[in-house]
């Protein structure tokens, strides 16, 4: 168990656009999930954390009104990055957690580049 | 300063040689400590968690020294399949369990 997905894995678009990324949580109820996003030869950086039902915490420095996150199930929540710039390009990675669980699962991840 | 800093490597060993990668956190709030896997392009992968005491898995030990807010991890007998970046993680308490990631090591296992 504890299995999640993200979808796109990738994904290209042009610069002004706005791209949707989901996660999900396939065979658990994930009540927080995470979104991180890492740069070639960097770490993960934590951008916000999401409790289903209410708003995300966003960490300082991630602008909320770009990245906007929902997470209105218990098993999904989605990441669209809005008006999209070439150095938004990097991979963004989402984590679920189980109610009172403190194990992190990670999906995939997506790769988006903004041409 | 980084919260959890890592040498980046390069490590380039052969098979079968021991390896060891050393870690320091500056949060001494921090409660949890793991070492994750991440190879090329894909999502990290929890390796093992780390207590003070140490703990082994197969050829994996982690040890954490909480007065010098220091960790590390040593691969024994390392095989081209260990090949990949290793990540030191810190967690903060609370329900949330932020995660904090180090930049990672990069060990490459040479035949």
């Known amino acids: 168990g504890a299995v999640v997905s993200q979808h796109p894995s990738w994904v290209i678009c042009k610069s002004g656009t706005s791209v949707k990324i989901e996660c999900r949580s396939l065979?658990?109820?994930?009540?927080?999930m995470f979104w991180y996003r890492q740069f070639p030869k960097q770490s993960l950086m934590l951008m916000a954390t999401?409790?289903?039902?209410?708003?995300?915490?966003?960490e300082q420095g991630v602008e909320k009104d770009k990245f906007l996150i929902n997470h209105a199930s218990l098993t999904l929540s989605t990441l669209t990055v809005t008006s999209a710039h070439p150095e938004d390009s990097s991979f963004y990675i989402c984590?679920?957690?189980?109610?009172?669980?403190?194990?992190?699962?990670f999906g995939p991840g997506t790769r988006l580049t903004v041409t | 300063r980084k919260e959890v800093e890592q040498d980046p490597g390069p490590f380039n060993v052969p098979e079968g040689a021991t390896v060891a990668f050393n870690c320091t956190y500056s949060?001494?709030?921090?409660?949890?400590f793991f070492w994750y896997r991440q190879d090329c392009r894909k999502e990290p992968k929890l390796l093992m968690s780390?207590?003070?005491s140490g703990n082994e898995d197969g050829r994996f030990t982690a040890q954490l020294n909480r007065a010098s807010q220091y960790i590390s991890l040593l691969i024994r007998d390392s095989k081209l399949s260990d090949s990949a970046t290793y990540l030191c993680?810190?967690?903060?308490?609370?329900?949330?369990?932020?995660?904090?990631f180090g930049s990672g090591t990069q060990l490459t296992v040479l035949p």
């Open positions: 984590s679920a957690s189980r109610r009172g669980g403190y194990e992190q699962y």
């Open positions: 065979d658990f109820q994930a009540t927080t």
């Open positions: 999401s409790n289903e039902g209410s708003k995300a915490t966003y």
């Open positions: 949060n001494s709030a921090s409660q949890s």
């Open positions: 780390v207590y003070s």
């Open positions: 993680v810190a967690s903060s308490s609370g329900s949330a369990r932020q995660l904090t």
